[in-house]
């Protein structure tokens, strides 16, 4: 199973490029690509009715502004959609991409991240494969865990050095 990561441009790359680092290293299998709500929704029609043929196990979708595509897609597939609320160029500090992928109308529900949280995207897709995937699993507790050690390590230190010496 792997996860297909789009987004509405190629102004998102920067922050979708983030969920794919992730499954990069939790080794996830994915896709990534340009599918525009607006633009292209043929494209997008497409994308998402033969996603689950295709092998994806849940789709990360990125996009600003109006951000269309999360919902869109949603609504055409069974896969679990990740949306990821872009701060654009033209974007009202991300407010509207936020709420228009927050605010999906009843039986279309998206998950939805942090604006420009692409990194949780992909842990959230990573987990969905996880569920019945045990090396994906493992090496999604191996990363929490990591994470547990360095704060753990971080509040060692600044208990021994003090905080003056961290900052």
Same mark, same amino acid.
Request: aromatic residues 10%.
């Given at each position: 199973m792997k996860v297909g990561i789009i987004m509405g441009s190629q102004s998102d790359l920067k922050v979708m490029s983030e969920a794919a680092q992730v499954l990069e290293d939790l080794g996830v &299998?994915?896709?990534l690509t340009i599918v525009s709500?607006?633009?292209?929704p043929e494209r997008m029609f497409e994308y998402a009715t033969t996603a689950k043929e295709r092998g994806l196990a849940a789709i990360v979708a #990125?996009?600003?502004g109006a951000a269309h595509l999360p919902g869109m897609v949603a609504s055409m597939t069974s896969l679990p959609v990740i949306g990821v609320p872009v701060k654009s160029r033209n974007s009202i &500090? #991300?407010?509207d991409s936020i709420l228009s992928i927050l605010q999906m109308?009843? #039986?279309v529900p998206v998950a939805t991240v942090a604006l420009d949280g692409a990194k949780n995207a992909g842990i959230l897709a990573a987990k969905i494969v996880g569920a019945?995937? &045990?090396t994906v699993s493992k090496n999604i507790d191996k990363f929490m865990q990591d994470m547990k050690d360095?704060?753990?390590d971080s509040a060692e230190s600044v208990e021994k050095e003090g905080w003056k010496s961290k900052i």
């Open positions: &299998d994915y896709e709500a607006h633009r292209t #990125g996009a600003g &500090d #991300g407010w109308p009843s #039986g019945t995937n &045990d360095k704060v753990l």
